[in-house]
């Protein structure tokens, strides 16, 4: 409800005879004049109650006023008032207006309730004091300025400490936030200790009587209502309540900014857009800098920038119920008109390998200061032969000699639709030169040239530059025979690719005056095994044939197995009768070995204790492929006497 005025003072209705009238002229010369007006206030009712909402009353009276005059008195609620404005009353009003009637004597008064609100606080009788403000316009009389209505409080339930006030409020804490609310409830109490003997407690219950209410102080992300409470545990009784509201807010999050790109000169429309998660209002602010200080240049989801003659960053922020995101960044670009570059003169290339310069040319560099663009083909002698290959880059092995001529067209940039060209005249020509080259081709075995099945051999192939001229596009053929397993290989200058064979040398300078591939495989074949090496191409041709290839043979012979305790490792399990199994000589000598066969990733294919020489190269799939294990065998199979190798399964496929 709000608070009610009442008017005391009235003027008659009565028809006033001729002898009135000179007395209220008169008395209306004086209107609004307010000499000698003096005004009080008492509480005219001054018990007020929650239980019915009893409302409470003031009087505020005028003496020694001026006929038809109107009077307003200013009001204060004074500080030591218990009750709170707004919660447990109806808020007052700053002004009181008191008109004098015309036969009053110049007096006047009204009436200003206090009507009472019902709260859900567990709380003691409050009171209103009501203070007269001093006025240049009226005189306060002496001892009647001031007035108290006390409001009865109806919830003061069973168990409630009539005599311990609620825990005072520490208003420098905030109780507004902007993301999860992490605090301390006993932050927001100036005295938590309480008076001697109490103790403080927290609920999301007005009513201190429900425990099952009752909380931690330590509130984590809990907007929310709670209430505090002195306890007494020696009288088993709570204190009034303490309200204490928190306010969750959130952060609105920048989902999507625009800027519109500028040629050469002018203003761009910024856009933003962002969303917060409890739906509320959403405010943006710009800025041209990041600074923390610095005022924002517009407001609102689009922002239109003055005139722009470089590339400029802004930035936005997003707010909702006073939370700002941080500022975002956003570009606006300012295209310039694109340049096609400086060309560049004298360009020449080869149509023939040599050594007097380049079979390909980059476009890209016939250029100098471009932007981004692209090449065509304008003046073309070799009739459509001719193509720009990746990255700009033209070929020109075996092509008419000639002038080629390119032009380059540079790509439109934003809203800038103008483009720019130049060209280039490349001067195709024969560069061969007529030196006489000779690579001579070594191949030798590192170590040794007899091996045991099992075994790493080592292949050496040396390239010598003869005559120490420039040699390019040089492929030497090195085929592995099939009794032997590639593991690596490791080339000075090129590459060696064991699926073809080849070993490829993109160029050997005058200064390259030998090359070395070095290649390492497994002998898995019994026998003289040759292998050769041999010069298949280079450019120029190499005319000197007698030492463009070599050879080396080697011989691999198979373990002999005779002592006792050894393991035959080459078997071949192929049903004809003969070595079908794995021997361990002497089996019957070692009853209490074991035996365990592992592939070459390290997988368990086999074991078996007290093993008999039975093992036909089967594991739990079937029969295993050929190739190479590895075995561990424990003669006495108590780890006196352990042996480690490997066993090479031999097959026809």
Same mark, same amino acid.
């Given at each position: 409800?709000?608070?009610?005025?009442?008017?005391?003072?009235?003027?008659?209705?009565?028809?006033?005879?001729?002898?009135?009238?000179?007395?209220?002229?008169?008395?209306?010369?004086?209107?609004?004049?307010?000499?000698?007006?003096?005004?009080?206030?008492?509480?005219?009712?001054?018990?007020?109650?929650?239980?019915?909402?009893?409302?409470?009353?003031?009087?505020?009276?005028?003496?020694?006023?001026?006929?038809?005059?109107?009077?307003?008195?200013?009001?204060?609620?004074?500080?030591?008032?218990?009750?709170?404005?707004?919660?447990?009353?109806?808020?007052?009003?700053?002004?009181?207006?008191?008109?004098?009637?015309?036969?009053?004597?110049?007096?006047?008064?009204?009436?200003?309730?206090?009507?009472?609100?019902?709260?859900?606080?567990?709380?003691?009788?409050?009171?209103?004091?009501?203070?007269?403000?001093?006025?240049?316009?009226?005189?306060?009389?002496?001892?009647?300025?001031?007035?108290?209505?006390?409001?009865?409080?109806?919830?003061?339930?069973?168990?409630?400490?009539?005599?311990?006030?609620?825990?005072?409020?520490?208003?420098?804490?905030?109780?507004?936030?902007?993301?999860?609310?992490?605090?301390?409830?006993?932050?927001?109490?100036?005295?938590?200790?309480?008076?001697?003997?109490?103790?403080?407690?927290?609920?999301?219950?007005?009513?201190?009587?429900?425990?099952?209410?009752?909380?931690?102080?330590?509130?984590?992300?809990?907007?929310?209502?709670?209430?505090?409470?002195?306890?007494?545990?020696?009288?088993?009784?709570?204190?009034?309540?303490?309200?204490?509201?928190?306010?969750?807010?959130?952060?609105?999050?920048?989902?999507?900014?625009? %800027?519109?790109?500028? @040629?050469? *000169?002018?203003?761009?429309?910024?856009? !933003? $857009?962002?969303?917060? #998660?409890? =739906?509320?209002?959403?405010?943006?602010?710009?800025?041209?800098?990041?600074?923390?200080?610095?005022?924002?240049?517009?407001?609102?989801?689009?922002?239109?920038?003055?005139?722009?003659?470089?590339?400029?960053?802004?930035?936005?922020?997003? %707010?909702?119920?006073? @939370?700002? *995101?941080?500022?975002?960044?956003?570009? !606006? $670009?300012?295209?310039? #008109?694109? =340049?096609?570059?400086?060309?560049?003169?004298?360009?020449?290339?080869?149509?023939?390998?040599?050594?007097?310069?380049?079979?390909?040319?980059?476009?890209?560099?016939?250029?100098?200061?471009?932007?981004?663009?692209?090449?065509?083909?304008?003046?073309?002698?070799?009739?459509?032969?001719?193509?720009?290959?990746?990255?700009?880059?033209?070929?020109?092995?075996? =092509?008419?000699?000639?002038?080629?001529?390119?032009?380059?067209?540079?790509?439109?940039?934003?809203?800038?639709?103008?483009?720019?060209?130049?060209?280039?005249?490349?001067?195709?020509?024969?560069?061969?030169?007529?030196?006489?080259?000779?690579?001579?081709?070594?191949?030798?075995?590192?170590?040794?040239?007899?091996?045991?099945?099992?075994?790493?051999?080592?292949?050496?192939?040396?390239?010598?530059?003869?005559?120490?001229?420039?040699?390019?596009?040089?492929?030497?053929?090195?085929?592995?025979?099939?009794?032997?397993?590639?593991?690596?290989?490791?080339?000075?200058?090129?590459?060696?690719?064991?699926?073809?064979?080849?070993?490829?040398?993109?160029?050997?300078?005058?200064?390259?005056?030998?090359?070395?591939?070095?290649?390492?495989?497994?002998?898995?074949?019994?026998?003289?095994?040759?292998?050769?090496?041999?010069?298949?191409?280079?450019?120029?041709?190499?005319?000197?044939?007698?030492?463009?290839?070599?050879?080396?043979?080697?011989?691999?012979?198979?373990?002999?197995?005779?002592?006792?305790?050894?393991?035959?490792?080459?078997?071949?399990?192929?049903?004809?009768?003969?070595?079908?199994?794995?021997?361990?000589?002497?089996?019957?000598?070692?009853?209490?070995?074991?035996?365990?066969?592992?592939?070459?990733?390290?997988?368990?294919?086999?074991?078996?204790?007290?093993?008999?020489?039975?093992?036909?190269?089967?594991?739990?799939?079937?029969?295993?492929?050929?190739?190479?294990?590895?075995?561990?065998?424990?003669?006495?199979?108590?780890?006196?006497?352990?042996?480690?190798?490997?066993?090479?399964?031999?097959?026809?496929?």
């Amino acid at each position: 409800m709000q608070a009610r005025l009442k008017t005391t003072s009235s003027i008659p209705s009565a028809a006033m005879g001729r002898g009135h009238i000179l007395i209220i002229l008169f008395l209306l010369l004086g209107i609004g004049v307010g000499f000698g007006q003096t005004v009080s206030i008492t509480a005219s009712e001054p018990n007020a109650s929650e239980a019915g909402l009893t409302s409470g009353e003031f009087t505020i009276s005028v003496t020694g006023g001026t006929v038809f005059s109107t009077v307003e008195v200013f009001l204060e609620v004074d500080v030591s008032s218990t009750a709170t404005s707004g919660v447990d009353y109806t808020a007052l009003p700053p002004s009181v207006s008191v008109t004098i009637g015309i036969l009053s004597g110049g007096n006047g008064s009204e009436t200003l309730d206090v009507d009472v609100l019902q709260d859900a606080l567990v709380e003691f009788d409050e009171t209103v004091t009501v203070n007269i403000v001093s006025n240049a316009n009226y005189t306060v009389a002496p001892g009647s300025g001031s007035a108290t209505v006390t409001i009865s409080s109806e919830d003061v339930p069973d168990g409630t400490c009539t005599n311990l006030a609620a825990p005072n409020l520490d208003t420098t804490e905030p109780t507004v936030f902007c993301e999860a609310i992490f605090v301390d409830l006993d932050n927001y109490v100036n005295n938590v200790n309480g008076p001697g003997g109490t103790q403080l407690v927290w609920s999301r219950n007005p009513s201190p009587d429900n425990v099952d209410d009752q909380i931690d102080s330590n509130i984590e992300d809990g907007s929310g209502v709670y209430y505090g409470f002195y306890y007494d545990n020696a009288n088993d009784c709570y204190g009034a309540s303490l309200e204490l509201e928190l306010e969750r807010n959130f952060t609105p999050t920048i989902i999507e900014t625009t %800027a519109e790109q500028i @040629c050469g *000169s002018g203003t761009s429309v910024l856009t !933003v $857009t962002a969303e917060v #998660e409890d =739906l509320s209002a959403i405010t943006y602010s710009w800025f041209d800098s990041l600074d923390a200080n610095a005022s924002p240049i517009a407001t609102g989801t689009t922002f239109e920038t003055g005139e722009l003659t470089e590339t400029t960053s802004f930035y936005v922020s997003a %707010a909702s119920n006073e @939370c700002a *995101s941080e500022r975002e960044e956003v570009v !606006v $670009t300012v295209n310039n #008109e694109p =340049l096609a570059g400086a060309p560049i003169d004298g360009l020449q290339a080869c149509n023939v390998s040599s050594d007097d310069g380049p079979n390909t040319f980059d476009l890209d560099e016939g250029l100098i200061g471009q932007d981004p663009g692209t090449w065509t083909i304008i003046t073309d002698p070799s009739e459509g032969n001719v193509t720009i290959g990746a990255e700009n880059v033209v070929d020109f092995t075996g =092509l008419p000699s000639g002038d080629y001529i390119f032009e380059y067209t540079t790509n439109t940039v934003g809203n800038c639709t103008e483009t720019a060209s130049a060209q280039i005249t490349i001067a195709v020509q024969d560069c061969i030169s007529n030196e006489a080259i000779d690579l001579a081709i070594t191949k030798s075995v590192e170590g040794r040239d007899a091996y045991l099945l099992g075994e790493e051999i080592v292949f050496v192939i040396d390239v010598e530059n003869v005559d120490g001229n420039l040699v390019m596009d040089i492929v030497v053929s090195d085929i592995l025979d099939e009794d032997f397993e590639f593991l690596n290989a490791e080339a000075t200058l090129g590459n060696y690719d064991s699926g073809t064979g080849e070993w490829t040398i993109s160029e050997m300078t005058p200064a390259d005056l030998n090359a070395t591939l070095t290649i390492t495989v497994r002998a898995r074949g019994a026998g003289d095994i040759p292998n050769t090496a041999a010069l298949v191409s280079s450019v120029p041709e190499d005319d000197v044939l007698g030492n463009n290839s070599d050879s080396v043979t080697v011989s691999v012979d198979r373990s002999q197995c005779v002592y006792p305790g050894t393991i035959c490792n080459i078997f071949s399990p192929n049903g004809d009768g003969y070595n079908d199994t794995l021997t361990l000589v002497g089996d019957h000598l070692f009853p209490n070995n074991t035996f365990e066969v592992f592939d070459r990733y390290g997988n368990s294919v086999f074991q078996m204790d007290g093993y008999d020489s039975s093992w036909d190269g089967t594991g739990k799939n079937g029969d295993l492929p050929k190739g190479t294990y590895f075995y561990v065998l424990d003669l006495n199979g108590d780890g006196t006497d352990v042996l480690k190798g490997w066993i090479q399964i031999v097959r026809d496929n």
